[in-house]
């Protein structure tokens, strides 16, 4: 039996990044948008045990959900916290090895896991366009043992060249690069998530490689959305479309007003394993 499905770009990112999260874990996020709205997806649908640490420093909160619609320093994104601290404790934490993941949004990434947060164009002065810039980012990206960073598969976000470098990834991804630099070994970025593919990194080079794909998606579509090529894993892994149910949890609760999913509409048909691409508006215009 076929089935269509339509969902947004946003929420295939964030479906396949809440999947990649686990209940026995701590994780270090920002006060909202998609990196939030996943781990509260993780948190309500999958791992109830899940605990999370928000960069304004509230520790181990339960949301109740529908969520509210700001986070930072409200009374609803710090319920029953185990802790409300600031960004200097909680950074702390993390350059101790308390905190096992952070999950970031990107503007730019680059082929060493380097991104930037700040703005695009040649001079900082007069960007052509400027950003919120990385709040606690940088913190979270040098002291977390891993990084997944959320963003979307456009030519114009996996860059030869960071017009700014506002966290690091395996910076020049020479061996010891980020502990040169003073971060802590054995650190740094883990996973990639777009609407199209998973990317982790080579343990020798540090180059960014191809590792999952969406079932509508090629290679040869994710690396013309690129600016470099990329490593490509051995065996593709697949990942699969945001169920019904994770589609209902995101709207109805975790983010009725659907500010953080809304994005570029896909269409696909459903039979069995197998999904077809039916129809994708034209990519989005935002980040």
């Known amino acids: 039996m076929t089935e269509t499905r339509t ?8 479906t396949t990044s809440s999947r990649l999260m686990a209940g026995d874990k701590l994780y270090f996020t920002a006060i909202g948008g998609p990196p939030l709205v996943a781990v509260l997806l993780a948190k309500t649908l999958r791992a109830p045990e899940l605990a999370y640490i928000v960069e304004d420093g509230t ?7 529908p969520a509210p619609m700001f986070l930072i320093e409200a009374s609803g994104g710090s319920y029953r916290a185990a802790s409300w601290t600031d960004m200097n404790t909680v950074s702390f934490h993390a350059s101790m090895g308390y905190i096992d993941y952070g999950v970031l949004a990107a503007v730019q990434v680059d082929q060493y896991g380097n991104f930037n947060s700040t703005f695009v164009g040649t001079a900082y ?33 996996f860059v030869k060249k960071l017009d700014f470098m506002s966290s690091p990834g395996f910076l020049d991804g020479s061996p010891g690069a980020r502990e040169r630099a003073g971060l802590p070994a054995d650190t740094g970025p883990w996973r990639v998530v777009t609407e199209m593919a ?10 960014i490689r191809l590792k999952a794909l969406a079932p509508w998606a090629t290679v040869d579509d994710v690396i013309a959305e690129m600016e470099f090529e990329p490593l490509v894993a051995a065996t593709l892994e697949n990942i699969d479309v945001p169920s019904e149910e994770e589609l209902t949890t995101l709207r109805a609760e975790v983010d009725p007003t659907g500010r953080t999913v809304r994005g570029r509409w896909i269409t696909v048909e459903l039979d069995g394993e197998c999904a077809r691409l039916v129809e994708q508006e034209a990519p989005a215009t935002g980040t």
């Not at 969902?7 to 964030?14: G, H, K, L, V």
């Not at 520790?59 to 959900?65: H, R, S």
């Not at 990385?134 to 959320?150: D, F, V």
């Open 7 to 14: 969902f947004t770009d946003m929420e295939q990112i964030i």
């Open 59 to 65: 520790i181990a909160p339960q949301v109740q959900l």
């Open 125 to 157: 002065e007069r960007p052509a366009r400027r950003f919120g810039g990385p709040g606690g980012a940088n913190e979270i990206a040098s002291l977390c043992w891993r990084t997944i960073l959320m963003t979307r598969q456009q030519g114009r976000k």
């Open 198 to 207: 998973v990317f982790d990194f080579d343990e020798e080079t540090r180059r």
